[in-house]
Structure formats: structure tokens, C-alpha cells
């Protein structure tokens, strides 16, 4: 399957239409924050003592239910622990393993 100047175009198209949409969600996250009282940058730390008593509970909810997330996905690739018992067949007499 060749790549075409149509499928560009296609991608193209895409793009500006989630470059919009990106601008426009930008946009209406600092109206969010600016409404909360949050700091405009993600990096900076915001101090849980500033937030109001309704704001400061749902930010412990969320961090509570993110850590319960994070151990049961951690917990997910943990290998499966197996019993430290005798291989199957290492009793029988006169067999030969290979």
C-alpha cells in the first residue's frame, strides 16, 4: 500500500482539526483554574492549605483513589507466586531426567 498526497491531505486535515481542539480545550482549562485558584502552570505545587475545604477533599479523593489505581496495577505485574514444593515426578524411582 503506497502512501499518497491524499493520505497527507488527510493527515493534514487532522491535525489542524486537533490543533483546535487543543486551543479550545487550552483555553477552557485556564478558565478552570483561574475559577478554582490554582496556579496557571501544571509544574508548580499547589499548597492544600490555600484551597478551599470542598476543593482540598476532592483533590484527597482523587490522590487517594490514584494511589489505590497505582498498587492494583503495580500489583497486576507482580509474577504469580508458585508453591515451593517438589517438581511433579522428582519422587519416582529409577526415572531419568532429561
Known amino acids: 500500500m503506497a502512501y499518497t498526497e491524499q493520505d497527507m491531505q ?3 486535515e ?8 487543543f486551543s479550545r480545550l ?3 482549562e485556564k478558565a478552570l483554574r483561574e475559577q478554582a485558584g490554582l496556579p ?4 508548580e505545587k499547589t499548597d492544600m492549605n490555600k484551597l478551599s475545604p470542598e476543593l482540598r ?5 482523587a490522590m487517594a483513589e490514584a494511589k489505590r489505581a497505582g498498587e492494583a496495577r503495580a500489583a497486576q505485574s507482580r ?4 508453591s515451593s514444593g517438589p517438581l511433579p ?3 519416582r ?3 531419568v531426567r532429561l
Not at 509474577?79 to 508458585?82: A, I
Open 10 to 12: 488527510k493527515q493534514m
Open 14 to 21: 487532522q491535525f489542524a482539526a486537533l490543533k483546535e481542539e
Open 26 to 28: 487550552e483555553v477552557q
Open 40 to 43: 496557571e502552570q501544571c509544574g
Open 57 to 61: 477533599r476532592q483533590a484527597e479523593e
Open 79 to 82: 509474577p504469580v507466586r508458585t
Open 89 to 91: 515426578g522428582a519422587g
Open 93 to 95: 524411582r529409577g526415572v
